[in-house]
């Protein structure tokens, strides 16, 4: 099947990870996008500010291999926009 096609439930099985992970990084990722936008940085600025090339950008903004995409980076970015991502942690209920 090819990936245009797949769900982000069948992409996460097919990958073998964890559907909500790529989800949160989708989200920022959307995020991520639309702050560059706001800032009315071009994807090369933002490349200069967070060390990495303006592809790199792309390829993040694109959601193209978002399991493979490391929180690390995703919050290099997002701190190179300005916003904080603050992490918390919930216990399930037994």
Known sequence: MPWETMSV??????LGVDIAEVREKQRLIRKIAAARKEKKLSQAALAKKVGVSQGRIAQIES???????SYDVILKVLSALGIDYKITLKHKAA
């Open 9 to 14: 439930e069948e992409l996460a099985e097919k």
């Open 63 to 69: 959601g193209i291999g978002t399991a493979q995409i």
